[in-house]
């Protein structure tokens, strides 16, 4: 893992990288604005002695710089005022930019965190569609819509892969992919062992089968945004190169916003799609985030 670093990030920021896993990060959450605003909530919320701080990027999200409840299950939580999430993944619901009379699909949603996000910047109109292959992840989806009181969602339990069975042109898709997460070692350091180069590759494979899918299943003019808590430029930029340079019609476009540094144009040797510099890559030595990767895309048939 180190030696691939060595190649795509050089030594110095891979220094800084293996430095800045080893620190904590701080929890965050996200205000569900359907049940509560972020105000009475950070009132709410510090009353019990949290200590709260804005996050920058997100107007209803705090990071908790004191925690003096557990927030993993205070009454704010149970009744669905806010959801545990790093500031990298909130970003994702931010870039689709879903508007309430959209049809959107999440094509892996399970357990929500990015589903019940759409859902509240949707005002809990238009329509969702969440897919997740996994059937035991699929009662975690369910509790969360609920606890976050999403009404405008249903849920199937099938591989996205075959999205096309589905017979339905969308807007807007969400697909946050199954990944290493290399990019959570900084809240899960077994992650640091626990995938094999093989791994990589097996679901590289497994990623472009969904990309491709999802693509087909976009009306012209529709956006794709692809997202992995990964930093793996094989789990990333290389699936995109490949599976954009296969179909036609698709480009990536600017995200509105620069959260992260650009996407890679160059590595391992190869030279990558041009386009790919819009992409963005968040890292957690420079974003103080999780490792996290967005590529927006667009049909343009
Ligand atoms: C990164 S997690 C999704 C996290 C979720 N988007 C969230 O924000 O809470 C990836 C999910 O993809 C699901 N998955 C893996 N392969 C799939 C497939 N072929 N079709 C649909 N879902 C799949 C997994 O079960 C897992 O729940």
């Not at 849920?155 to 996205?160: I, P, Q, R, S």
Request: net charge neutral.
């Amino acid at each position: 893992m180190i030696e691939r670093y060595i190649q795509f990030l050089g030594l110095d920021e891979t220094l800084r990288l293996l430095e800045t896993n080893e620190r904590p990060l701080l929890p965050s959450i996200r205000v569900n604005t359907l049940k509560i605003s972020a105000s009475d909530l950070r009132k709410r919320l510090e009353k019990k002695g949290n200590e709260l701080e804005p996050i920058e990027w997100v107007p209803y999200g705090f990071n908790v710089v004191k925690e003096g409840s557990n927030l993993g299950s205070s009454h704010e939580f149970l009744q669905g005022y806010y959801y545990l999430q790093n500031v990298a993944s909130m970003l994702s619901a931010i870039i689709l930019d879903p508007k309430p009379n959209d049809t959107i699909i999440d094509m892996c949603a399970a357990p929500g965190s990015k589903s019940t996000h759409l859902a509240q910047l949707m005002g809990n109109e238009g329509t969702l569609i969440l897919i997740d292959k996994n059937q035991n992840r699929i009662p975690a989806l369910e509790v969360n819509l609920r606890r976050m009181g999403i009404i405008n969602s249903f849920v199937l339990n099938m591989d996205a892969v075959n999205l096309s069975e589905l017979n339905i042109k969308v807007e807007k898709i969400l697909l946050d992919a199954p990944c290493t997460g290399e990019g959570l070692i900084r809240q899960d350091p077994d992650r640091k062992r626990s995938k094999k180069m093989r791994d990589i590759e097996k679901l590289a494979l497994i990623q472009k089968k969904l990309l491709k899918s999802g693509l087909i299943a976009l009306k012209t003019g529709g956006k794709l945004l692809y997202c992995t808590c990964s930093i793996a430029p094989e789990e990333n930029e290389l699936v995109i190169n490949d599976v954009l340079n296969e179909l036609n019609n698709f480009a990536i476009i600017e995200i509105s916003e620069k959260y992260g540094v650009n996407g890679l144009t160059e590595v391992f040797g190869t030279y990558l799609r041009e386009d790919l510099k819009f992409s963005q890559r968040l890292y957690p030595y420079i974003h103080d985030t999780i490792g996290f990767y967005f590529c927006l895309i667009k049909s343009i048939k």
